[in-house]
Each structure stands twice: as structure tokens, then as C-alpha cells.
């Protein structure tokens, strides 16, 4: 079963049925994933375009990774060695790859709306890989993935995201996706990086994190982005540490053995700590795994569908 849409921009607009679709199929992704031969032919010739005018390593890899394990052809666009380092527009770009004939574009832009507007210029289906402050709905499913992988039903959950929300798109296809599936969410952070409006996603918020651990299930450290503390919107690291750090000293607050996660990259000694970055409880690394099989589920339910999966 196919996707009923050409392109995924984002949770927000995202229905219950379509993230269980995906869901779904990403747990037959993750079986041939853990295969010792990771190639199937279902996606041969089809080709995906990577366009990343961010830098990432965990979104890039695992869409490359998820392509050629499905057998499609990718390509990975260095946009500071292409000619968008000459001044070229996205709208020109986005027409010189319709031109190359791609079934499917992943873009990861600075700008919020970026990846809507390409769809909106393209045939070819696009995946929102990151857009500015506004979504990163890949990160978000494979999130959900891993918490119902070891939660089971989510419904009634307690999920606290802390860090900087405000900027997060993270925190924003998260708070989206995990609300449909019943889920009560918490932002946490300094009040200029929690500001009140965030209560417009439907969530709580708040800047005191020990007063919201009581009873949480999920803990979720975003990266600090430490610009952020030049720009003056926190005093210092150490204070930011101090107050909304994770440690194993602050997470028995929980009174539960919490799930504990992290987008990535982390800085450590910042907004998480060692012990609790490499503890049984921190499913970090199976975040990683579980992105691969996500972007396979998607790259497949967008431009193949009908192919036998198992081939």
C-alpha cells in the first residue's frame, strides 16, 4: 500500500492511519535491516536525490543508507561544491533536478517552508529532511518508533521533551505526531527558549524540569545549540547544566526506570551526562538504527508500494 500522498512535509498534517501505516512498515523494514545481506532489488531503478544544504551525518547517512538497501540509485548533492555556491536559487535547482527525471528528492534546508515549496515545484515526491525552526518529521517517526518499541501502546504516556524548544523542529514534529497517538507532552527549558506560545502546539510547558520527571516515561535531551548562549538567551553552560541537565541524580525523580533520548548530536556534560548517555536506559543508538528502517518505510510507501518487499 502506497502513501496517499506524493510528498512528507511534516507531522502536523500527518493523520493517525498514515503514521501507523508508516509505523508499520518500518518494523518490516527493521527485519531486513538486521539481515547479514542488506539488498533488495524492489526499488531498482528508481533514483533519490539527496539535497542537504545543512550539514548532517545522522540524516544524510541513513537516507543514503535506506535508498541503496531498497536497490535505488542516490545521489547526494554537496550543495557548498555545487552551483548553489554560485548564487543558484532552490527554484532553479529544484527545476535542474526535475530535469534529471528523480522519483524522490530529501531535502534538508535552514529555511522553514523550504521543503513545501520544492514539492510544490516537483513531480517527483519530496521527504522533509529538516526545514528551518518548522519540522523534522523523519526524526519524530523514528522517535515514536522507538518508544513504542519499548513502551508498547503509547496511549496515556508521559513524554518530557527539554532543551531548546523554541528552536527545535524536533520538539515541534514530536509534540505534533506523539499528541495523535494520545500521548501527554511536556517542553521543558529556560523560559527564552520554552516561551509560553509553544502552548499553541497543544502542549504543556514549562522551565522547571524536576517539577515535570514525577511519572515521565520518556526523557528527551535535545542539543543545545550553544550559539545560542552568545546570542544571550541563557546565562552559561554551567547554569543550563545545572537546572536542565540530564544526570542519573535527577532522573530517580522519575520514579520509574525512564526511557531516556537524544536526537544527536549530544554535547555531553551539557545537556546530558555520561552515565546517562551510555546507561541501559538511553536507547540512543537504536534511535540510529530505527532512522534507517523509518527513511526505508518511507522511501519505499512514496515510490514503490506494490513491489513485494520481502523479495
Known sequence: MKLQRKDVLGLEEMDVEEIRQILQTAKVMKGILMRPIKK????????????????STRTRT????????????????????????????????????QAMRADLVIIRHSSSGSAGFLADILEAGVINAGDGQHEHPTQALLDIFTMEEKLGDLKGKNVVIVGDVLHSRVARSNAWGLQKLGVNVTLVGPPTLAPEE???????VTHDLDSVL?????????????????SGLFPSLREYSHLYGLTTERLKKTGKESVIMHPGPMNRGVEISDEVADSAQALIERQVTNGVAIRMALIYLLIGGSANVVA
Open 214 to 230: 514525577p511519572g515521565a516515561d520518556v526523557v528527551m535531551a535535545l542539543r543545545l545549540q550553544l550559539e545560542r548562549q552568545k
Open 62 to 97: 541513513s537516507f543514503e543508507m535506506a535508498a541503496k538497501v531498497l536497490g535505488a540509485d542516490t545521489t547526494s548533492i554537496a550543495v557548498a561544491q555545487s552551483s548553489v555556491s554560485k548564487g543558484e536559487s532552490l527554484y532553479d535547482t529544484a527545476k535542474t533536478i
Open 40 to 55: 533488495l532489488p524492489t526499488l531498482k531503478g528508481k533514483s533519490v536525490v539527496n539535497l542537504f544544504y545543512e550539514a
Open 198 to 204: 509553544m502552548r499553541g502546539l497543544g502542549v504543556k
